[in-house]
């Protein structure tokens, strides 16, 4: 995608917002222009910055622990059969526990703070990490493990040279999956738990019904995301890409 593409898809939802706020009589739909004032007014606001350092602490914490979590489960189980059947069960369901649960979970164990935001966000996407590991591994051509086998290579040696060119491709794909599940689960975990962050501003700003403010924590949240994935992930992966010669 080009630099224009994403701009023309910008601005045609932009127009969109601003011809749907214009039937809206009830005042649950902001025109643009009332928002970014919203907009304006939070972000000079005191403690505002202060939001946002946590949300971003949160979420760098929960995805690196994640994918540390996964990355280090799935080539073990990759490699080790008896394992992945062992643990596999307890992924799947970890998956198929919804975010909101984890982060009653969390609030239940470690109550009103900080923590149950990072847990609910390493509880939701850990499983992700494993999944993707543990098919990268399996995917590691055969020929070369059984070379390793033959030549007695150790296990630091083994997975210098043959896993971990394999799953690094793997970790950049998970990379940006983890990044974006962890934000939408913070956020939420934010409202209910969390004493600052973005999500407690945007759960603040509904119980007082301000609507355009409301829209404009919306607005910050979504372009945050953005701004990380293309300007912080998409970095980091290309380097990725150029130090380990893969798409």
């Known amino acids: 995608m080009t ?3 994403h701009f023309t898809g910008i601005i045609v939802v932009i127009l969109l917002w601003w011809v749907l706020s214009l039937f ?3 005042g649950v739909l902001p025109g643009p222009l009332r928002v970014m004032k919203a907009l304006v007014v939070i972000v000079q606001s005191e403690g505002f910055w202060t939001n946002v350092r946590d949300s ?9 622990i994640s994918l540390f979590l996964g990355t280090l489960l799935g080539v073990m189980g990759g490699m080790v059969r008896f394992f992945r059947e062992a643990v596999h069960p307890l992924m799947v369901m970890m998956e198929s526990v919804p975010p909101m649960a984890w982060i009653v979970l969390a609030i239940l164990w470690f109550h009103i703070g900080p923590v149950p935001s990072v847990v609910a966000a ?4 850990t499983p992700i990490a494993f999944f993707n ?3 990268g591994v399996k995917n590691i051509n055969s020929h070369y493990v059984e070379l390793a086998k033959i030549y007695h290579l150790s296990l630091k040696k083994r997975l210098r040279a043959i ?3 394999g799953i690094i491709p793997v970790i950049v794909a998970t990379l940006s999956t983890n990044f974006s599940l962890n934000w939408r689960v913070v956020i939420m975990a934010e409202a209910l ?3 600052t962050g973005l999500g407690q501003g945007l759960w603040g700003t509904y119980l ?5 403010t409301v829209f404009a924590y919306v607005v910050v949240i979504a372009l945050m995301g953005l701004v990380v994935e293309y300007g912080v992930l998409n970095r980091f992966k290309q380097g990725l890409v150029k130090k380990y010669h893969f798409q």
Not at 56 to 64: D, P
Not at 122 to 125: C, H, M, Q
């Open 208 to 212: 007082f019904g301000e609507m355009e």
């Open 24 to 26: 809206n009589t009830g």
């Open 56 to 64: 971003f602490i949160r979420v760098f914490l929960g995805t690196l």
């Open 122 to 125: 390493v509880a939701s996407a």
């Open 163 to 165: 896993y971990l060119p």
């Open 3 to 5: 630099l224009k593409s």
């Open 193 to 195: 738990s969390a004493y």
């Open 133 to 135: 590991t543990v098919e």
